[in-house]
């Protein structure tokens, strides 16, 4: 089964994806915390209520998750607040490694980093049993085997397919890899991934057991068992009934157990009492609450009935000051909420499709048409008008603040110019005829439109964006605005959250895709390209390929190039439509507090587990 098949991350990631993603919680800014810390005594109290995105709602719970569920809301604010991966990233403003939250011990790389050894601390399972290596296998034997049902499966990249053979034994698995690999690539987009199976998961069905768990690596007896064990978990994760089931709550590590979700995804979270880990909760239940719009949740947030909500920028009647900082809040809240901002660890995009089978593949193929279409999108206007400040350009696939160490500024090859997008597009055989830029030169010489492009063929495309965000739609409408002045006529059409992210694969019926969070880079917190621009990335709804980009991306994951080189290229070879990145405008209830101050995530993490009242 392919990606494709499987549809989409985001994100963050997307992206996961995607990944991922236009789910806030409360980052850094507004404002301060109260010096005294939580309650002395341990106890847990208070309930704290937390707005999931408009049409976001969570509808996955098994951690081996296809693209299609590949989000913000069903893995950083949903499954991990339950069943945590073995190594954690991300606490208050950062975006590392943090070991006290991690179920092993740092990895240790050997033998030219060809192989790596984890240590499991031996926590344990809500079902008592304890998370060692045979978990992490379990989890490593159904990669092996379906790896193509996994987002973060890329082809010929890290694991499983540059594995040369794991091993599992007590609390130790050694992984030894075929070639040297970059360490840093590995731990922050390979290993962070795997998340640790309690045994009660080995089954097929309510009485029959498998050996998935216990299955040596590549055995094709595992994998058959693997296949298995697949099939009923991701059958039953189908059926949001399940959810609260004893199953999928015996796998709980985390320092959450899911006592209710219904099929909206609406769902309370208390506190589980066989979590291991070192920050305990200091409330006595979590409510996340679904919308369908973002006006529903901000009447929420007037009502007072939110603790942890966002509101959209066009309430705001100030603009941010400067990037990552806050203007006022917005009246209506400014009584019970601190507003607050940051950025996010990703950029945002709108896919272009490149699949054969979309009928303007043609066109989309042709550089200097994505040329054009950047040209004419104004991000700064967006920014200034729309998102009223709070918001960074996107100019390449990288997050908006990157260490030097890591990658040089890119600078940004496409400004905003319509008077280049039409001479772009004239000097290519483009001539506007009703309203519409129509080729009047086909042929693949430098003055002609195109391999693919016909006579008369016209540069209409159809674009398709989520629906319930007031700033999405303002942002999409002016950008069709924009285009149509060069002559590129656009036709929209919206559509949930949750069923953009699925469209965005379906190969066909659109030239453009947007969800509205672009990716965010969790759980591939180094951020490489390979999931999102390789030959069968796990989250390349668009089908993109190029060979200079495969080259690049394998410079910075088999080796140890910066991200300069790939980064320069991705902004201008546009694989994608880079939009700009919307920064959170999140709001905190005054009586909410947290041991970590008043700063959340770039990685758009949920840690109810901070806050205290």
Not at 249 to 264: A, I, V
Request: glycine share 10%; with cysteine; charged share 15%.
């Amino acid at each position: 089964m392919t990606n494709k098949k499987r549809l989409i991350q985001i994100i963050s990631g997307l992206v996961v994806v995607a990944l991922i993603i236009v789910v806030i919680v409360a980052v850094s800014g507004g404002g301060k915390p109260k010096t005294a810390g939580p309650p002395s005594n341990g106890k847990v109290s208070g309930t704290l209520t937390f707005a999931e995105g408009a049409g976001a709602n969570p509808n996955w719970i098994f951690p081996y998750e296809s693209c299609q569920y590949c989000s913000v809301d069903n893995i950083n604010q949903f499954q991990d607040e339950m069943f945590r991966p073995m190594y954690w990233f991300g606490v208050g403003g950062s975006v590392s490694l943090v070991p006290s939250l991690s179920l092993a011990f740092n990895p240790v790389y050997s033998n030219h980093d060809k192989t790596v050894t984890m240590k499991l601390k031996g926590w344990k399972f809500a079902d008592g049993q304890t998370v060692n290596a045979q978990s992490v296998m379990f989890f490593l034997n159904m990669y092996k085997a379906l790896p193509a049902d996994f987002w973060g499966y890329n082809p010929g990249y890290g694991i499983p397919d540059q594995v040369a053979s794991i091993t599992g034994k007590d609390m130790t698995v050694t992984i030894n890899f075929k070639t040297t690999i970059n360490p840093l690539w590995i731990t922050n987009n390979y290993l962070n991934q795997i998340t640790p199976f309690t045994d009660k998961w080995d089954v097929s069905s309510p009485t029959q057991k498998q050996s998935c768990a216990t299955g040596l690596w590549g055995a094709k007896s595992t994998d058959k068992a693997c296949t298995a064990v697949y099939n009923y978990l991701n059958g039953l994760s189908s059926k949001t009934a399940s959810y609260t089931d004893a199953l999928w709550q015996s796998g709980d590590d985390g320092p959450w157990r899911l006592t209710s979700f219904d099929n909206l995804g609406n769902l309370t979270l208390q506190p589980n009492n066989k979590y291991s880990g070192p920050v305990k909760a200091k409330v006595a239940f979590v409510k996340e609450i679904a919308y369908t719009t973002t006006q529903a949740e901000e009447n929420d947030l007037q009502a007072g009935k939110l603790d942890l909500g966002f509101v959209d920028p066009g309430v705001l009647t100030s603009p941010a000051p400067s990037p990552g900082q806050v203007g006022p809040n917005w009246a209506n809240l400014t009584s019970k909420y601190n507003l607050s901002t940051g950025t996010i660890w990703g950029f945002n995009y709108a896919p272009f499709n490149f699949n054969k089978k979309d009928p303007k593949v043609a066109a989309v193929n042709q550089l200097y048409i994505r040329q054009a279409l950047q040209d004419a999108t104004d991000q700064s206007g967006v920014i200034k008008n729309v998102d009223k400040g709070y918001g960074f350009p996107s100019y390449t696939a990288l997050p908006a603040v990157v260490p030097a160490k890591s990658s040089a500024p890119i600078p940004n090859p496409y400004p905003f110019n319509l008077s280049t997008a039409k001479k772009l597009l004239s000097s290519h055989g483009w001539k506007i005829e009703n309203g519409v830029q129509t080729c009047v030169n086909p042929g693949t010489g430098s003055s002609q439109c195109g391999a693919g492009i016909t006579q008369g063929y016209t540069l209409s495309f159809t674009f398709v964006y989520a629906s319930g965000s007031p700033s999405l739609t303002q942002e999409i409408t002016a950008e069709v605005a924009d285009w149509a002045l060069v002559g590129i006529k656009v036709g929209t059409s919206t559509e949930s959250f949750n069923s953009v992210v699925a469209d965005c694969s379906s190969g066909a019926g659109f030239q453009l895709c947007m969800w509205g969070g672009g990716w965010t880079f969790a759980p591939n917190y180094f951020p490489t390209g390979e999931t999102l621009f390789a030959v069968g990335g796990g989250f390349n709804p668009g089908d993109y390929a190029n060979t200079t980009m495969t080259t690049l991306i394998k410079g910075t994951d088999f080796g140890k190039s910066n991200l300069t080189n790939y980064a320069t290229f991705a902004a201008q070879n546009l694989p994608v439509l880079y939009e700009p990145e919307s920064a959170p405008t999140a709001e905190t209830i005054k009586t909410l507090h947290s041991t970590i101050g008043w700063t959340g995530s770039p990685l758009l993490n949920f840690m109810p587990e901070y806050y205290y009242f």
